[in-house]
């Protein structure tokens, strides 16, 4: 058995050199059974520039989950139609904009589409579009409750608002194919680049919704703007009226709006009409990496002060 040797400031000391246990028998990192005891974690601000964690986005997981049936659920509940909701707003205003511009202002679709089903294919993505982005943004401000009670990764809240619209838009794109097929109309060749664009629409509202999310927690102009900001770029978008009107000039200019390219794109390759406006796809798709990458950037650079000024 070692001896302890107690020092003039009554540390106990043992005849190796080693420290003795404190009077209670056990150091603080031991369990009575002599185990050492949970790991210690430490959470603090992350320093510099960088993208996701996605080893945090992993392990939260299950609340990624969560948050986006909460969304869903949330959105219909105690609701007659439920649902119906998303047939309901792409139909209508399908409906006014063919009798409005179809009609009395004589746009016509490419293709010899009817024009009810061109405008009614743009609303389908363009209502996403929209409702993803808003979701996004006003995610943050919606969930402050949350920020300063619980660390969690602060883009799964962006990222749950954009995968729940995802729900409607599958909704909406069942009834879109029931409509194509009550016409007759069959999808061209280019369906199988159908994924691809509508990964591109997803990618760029998440995208806007970081750069936006983050700057609507501390300037709450940006969420009251954004309505006027989402009305005037569906009239700067291909939903109403085809691409081809825009003069050859402008195209490139009109192509850095990444919904250009995705709704003209995913029209050709739905409807059949004129084939895939790469001189879109390609500048918006450009767009879209660059509002991604750098909306990461700023919001992972702003998260660490979202908790003071939500």
Excluded at 165 to 175: H, N
Aim: proline share 8%; charged share 15%; with cysteine.
């Amino acid at each position: 058995m070692r001896t302890p040797i107690v020092d003039g400031a009554g540390n106990g000391i043992l005849t190796n050199g080693e420290a003795a246990p404190p009077p209670g028998g056990r150091r603080p990192s031991e369990h009575p059974g002599g185990e050492a005891g949970p790991p210690e974690i430490v959470i603090e601000p992350r320093s510099g520039w960088r993208l996701v964690d996605w080893r945090e986005l992993r392990d939260a997981r299950d609340l990624l989950r969560y948050l986006i049936r909460r969304e869903v659920r949330g959105r219909y509940a105690q609701s007659a139609l439920g649902f119906g909701w998303t047939f309901v707003q792409p139909v209508a205003t399908a409906l006014v904009f063919t009798v409005v511009f179809g009609r009395l202002a004589g746009v016509r679709a490419d293709g010899g589409v009817p024009y009810g089903l061109f405008a009614f294919s743009g609303l389908v993505l363009w209502t996403y579009f929209a409702g993803a982005l808003m979701s996004a943004v006003n995610s943050l401000t919606q969930n402050a409750a949350m920020l300063d009670k619980v660390y969690f990764p602060r883009l799964i809240l962006p990222l749950a608002a954009v995968a729940a619209k995802l729900v409607d838009l599958a909704i909406a794109g069942l009834l879109l194919g029931a409509v194509m097929a009550w016409s007759g109309v069959m999808p061209g060749p280019a369906i199988l680049l159908l994924p691809a664009l509508l990964a591109v629409m997803v990618l760029a509202a998440l995208g806007a919704g970081l750069w936006l999310g983050a700057l609507a927690v501390q300037y709450r102009d940006v969420a009251y703007g954004l309505n006027f900001a989402v009305q005037v770029l569906m009239y700067l978008s291909p939903v109403i009226y085809p691409a081809g009107l825009i003069p050859a000039r402008y195209r490139l200019l009109y192509g850095l709006n990444p919904m250009a390219g995705v709704i003209e794109g995913c029209r050709s390759a739905l409807l059949g009409t004129p084939p895939l406006p790469w001189d879109l796809i390609l500048p918006g798709a450009a767009t879209t990496a660059l509002m991604l990458v750098t909306g990461l950037l700023y919001f992972r650079r702003r998260e660490r002060v979202f908790a003071d000024v939500a």
